[in-house]
Each structure stands twice: as C-alpha cells, then as structure tokens.
C-alpha cells in the first residue's frame, strides 16, 4: 500500500518522538560500491490493470510512484523525474522527497527516462520552465522523443489522451539541446546501460545498472502491478500502446531477472518497489520486496 508523503513524513516525526530511525527514503539497498533507492513521488488514483477484451473496472486503485536514485561517488542519477504540478494532486513531490533524504536539486548529476507518460516526465521543468535539476544531463531513447514529437501522435491518441502529446513534445521543445538522446545498448552513464523495453510506449527504455559482480534493472513501467502484469506478465493489457509486444516484454524481461536473481525497481509496485521477481513452484511470478 502506498502512503501519501505528508502522512508518511507525519509518521517519521512521530517515529522520532518515540527515538526510532526517521528516513524518508522508502526503500534502499548497496550494488557494489553504489546506493539504490527509491523516493515517492505521490500516487495515482487509476483502474486496476484490465486484460485487453475484458470490461473495463473504472474503481480507483491507489498505484504507488517511487522514484528511483543511484548515488554512487559524485554522480547522483535519478530515473524519471515525476508528475510535477500539472498532472494529479496526489503526485508531484519528487524534489521535497529528495531534499527529505539529503538530495538538493543541484546534485542530481543524470536524468534518465524510461518514457515521456505525464506520472514519469511532467515533473521536468520548474515554475520558470527552467530544468528542475539545474546541472544535470538530461536523457531519453531517441525513439520515444521522436514519437511524442511527431505530428501525426497527437491526433491519434484517444482524446482523453491527446495531452500527453501535447505536453510531452511542449517538455521537449523547452529542454530543447539539454535533452540528449540515445539508442539501445548505449551505455548512458558509467555503468549504466539503455535496455529497450517496447511496448508500454514505443520508445520504452528499461536501465540496467552494473556495478562490479552486481546487476539491478530499473524497470520504469515494464511492470505497473503485482496482482495482474507480475503475475499473468503474458497477458496483454488495456493502456499499453502496443498490448502484445508490452507482454512479450514484459515476460521476457521477468524470465531474464528471475533467472538472474537480479534486484529491479519497479516505478508503480507497491513497498518502494525495490525487490526481485521470483517464481513459485509453478513457475508463477511474485514480487519479493528486498
Ligand atoms: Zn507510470
């Protein structure tokens, strides 16, 4: 269960009245000489994943947003930025979570996204349309820049979706030359390699992040549940914009960090979304939170 920050923080001050450890991080672990970890950005209030053909549910479900953060020496990398101010009341509180946990603005070295959806892209700019980390690179699959930036997306969308292109090439455009992009394979950062995850959005990228005998695997929105897409991770689903190739990879990619015990970041799961995806006797996948 997800926990609005405001109230988590509320919690925190009264774990330190009580003398307990007060942190503002959700989840963390160490990869090597790095830090993993996660920070909230809020919720969203959404449907719960719903098979393609099924009747649609429209009872909210509340879907955790963690941030991913690797910190390792001087470099601060933060994957996804958030909803910031413009999306849902209940997201958009990625910076107050990061100075919570000791992060100003100005540390964050690296920006990679994993696509441009509002709850991962959004949160790029300040109140001056100003990049919201002011030293960092900025970086995004030059696939998914090109399809939020192409006229012919807009008009393609379902209406109630025709913002998120608009928006998203609006971000675009500003950030302007402080957006780079890259192709699949490339190594983004130190150690940090570009996976191609297609299918959510047309230019989805996971990051796999390598540090001496250590992997973990930022999965950005490969996964966005554990009852229906971690579970049944085959199982074509409404709001993917391709449904048959987001379950190819989605089973892909949960066979692959099964077998390889690799850690994942999940940005919706729920506990932070730090864990490992493990498989029961049956060979059905769960997620086991680190
Ligand atoms: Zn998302």
Same mark, same amino acid.
């Given at each position: ?16 009245? %009580? ?21 909230? &950005? ?18 909210? =479900?509340?879907?955790? %947003? ?42 964050? =070295? ?15 700019? &300040? ?17 998914? *820049? ?14 109630? *979706? ?10 675009? =455009?500003?950030?302007?030359? *402080? ?25 989805? %990228?996971?990051?796999?992040?390598? *540090? ?8 950005? &929105? ?69």
């Amino acid at each position: 269960m997800s926990i609005p920050r405001r109230r988590f923080l509320q919690g925190c001050i009264g774990a330190a009245v %009580c003398g307990m450890p007060v942190t503002p991080v959700w989840a963390r672990t160490t990869l090597g000489s790095a830090e993993l970890m996660t920070v909230s &950005d809020g919720h969203l209030r959404v449907p719960a994943p719903t098979p393609v053909g099924a009747a649609l549910d429209s009872t909210p =479900t509340e879907r955790p %947003c963690n941030i991913t953060v690797l910190r390792d020496g001087d470099r601060t990398v933060v994957f996804d930025v958030g909803a910031g101010p413009n999306f849902v009341s209940s997201a958009g509180e990625l910076v107050a979570a990061l100075e919570d946990a000791g992060i100003a603005p100005a540390d964050v =070295t690296d920006v990679l996204f994993t696509h441009a959806h509002p709850d991962h892209f959004w949160g790029v700019l &300040d109140d001056f349309d100003e990049p919201v980390f002011p030293e960092a690179r900025y970086l995004m699959h030059a696939a998914e *820049r090109d399809y939020w930036i192409h006229p012919d997306t807009l008009p393609a969308l379902p209406e109630n *979706r025709q913002v998120f292109a608009s928006a998203a090439s609006r971000l675009v =455009t500003a950030l302007d030359d *402080r957006l780079e992009v890259f192709n699949a394979g490339d190594e983004v950062a130190p150690g940090i390699e570009a996976l191609a995850t297609p299918g959510h959005t047309p230019g989805h %990228c996971s990051f796999v992040i390598h *540090r001496e005998q250590s992997s973990a695997v930022v999965l950005g &929105d490969v996964v966005v549940d554990e009852a229906v897409s971690f579970a049944q991770p085959g199982q074509p689903l409404q709001g993917d914009f391709d449904p048959a190739l987001a379950a190819d990879t989605r089973a892909n990619l949960l066979t692959r960090l099964a077998a390889e015990r690799s850690v994942l970041s999940g940005f919706h799961l729920t506990r932070g979304g730090l864990g490992y995806a493990a498989r029961d006797s049956a060979g059905r996948f769960h997620f086991e939170p680190a």
